[in-house]
């Protein structure tokens, strides 16, 4: 396990951490950040994957540039569904179905912005997608289509997305997608993720009304949802 570089269609290097499933092969996650980038919370959460039998690598989408540009340049991908950070994620996607230890098959858990990308992806060659409090696409109907098994946890607490989680479930259903989609009443923003808790100064005034932060329980029970869908739809 380590930092790495990974090679991008047009030609740039893209910074990643990688963490190898203790047996091989095993199948593969990608896994993508929230607004802080490449952290050592999203290291930890690679390194979990890979306690749970999957390599998993988290790409850098704000390590191709300067901070406030890759942002702009993210959001306008996310929000097109195409453009440099959505071929960065899949050229993470295609580097661990590639490796001469994995089985092929790939997932995408994304958190808050990396959760965007998990649901507007998972028709994009994944066999699975763990969206973590990740904002709806404006069509969203189009982005479900042909998507791959999907798992998502949202917070009630979370005053940012209210009613996302409801959204999401009647769309998976409509586009007749496998579905796992749970609202933990505890919980707000980020609840998977340590960030909120070493996120700079001027982020908390902003914060506040997600109600952003780590809760056990919650966290505990959306890993082995997570787990549970993984294993049936990349093993």
């Known amino acids: ?68 540009r890759c942002l702009v340049s993210i959001a306008r991908s996310l929000s097109a569904g195409e453009g440099p950070a959505i071929d960065a994620v899949d050229a993470a996607r295609r580097w661990l179905a590639d490796r001469d230890d994995g089985t092929g098959q790939v997932g995408i858990a994304g958190f808050c912005l990396g959760g965007g990308f998990a649901i507007v992806m998972a028709n994009r060659g994944f066999g699975a997608s763990a969206v973590n409090y990740g904002r709806l696409p404006k069509d969203l109907d189009a982005a ?40 933990y009443a505890d919980a707000g923003h980020s609840f998977l993720n340590h960030s909120s808790e070493t996120s700079p100064r001027w982020m908390k005034p902003l914060a506040a009304p997600m109600n952003a932060g780590f809760v056990d329980t919650a966290a505990d029970d959306a890993w082995d949802r997570i787990t549970r869908m993984f294993d049936a739809a990349l093993r």
């Not at 380590?2 to 203790?22: E, K, Q, V």
């Not at 919370?41 to 988290?58: K, L, N």
Request: aromatic share 6%; proline share 6%.
């Open 144 to 183: 479900l289509a042909g998507s791959c098994a999907m798992v998502a946890s949202y917070g009630a607490r979370d005053g940012s997305l209210p009613g996302v989680a409801e959204k999401l479930r009647a769309g998976l259903e409509r586009a007749g997608v496998e579905h796992d989609v749970k609202e």
């Open 1 to 68: 396990m380590g930092d790495l570089l990974i090679p991008l269609p047009d030609g740039r290097m893209m910074p990643a951490y990688f963490s190898a499933a203790g047996g091989s092969p095993a199948p593969g996650v990608v896994v993508v950040h929230e607004i802080f980038g490449l952290n050592d919370d999203i290291r930890d959460i690679a390194d979990e994957f890979a306690r749970r039998g999957f390599h998993a690598v988290a790409p850098d989408l704000l390590g191709l540039g300067g901070r406030l």
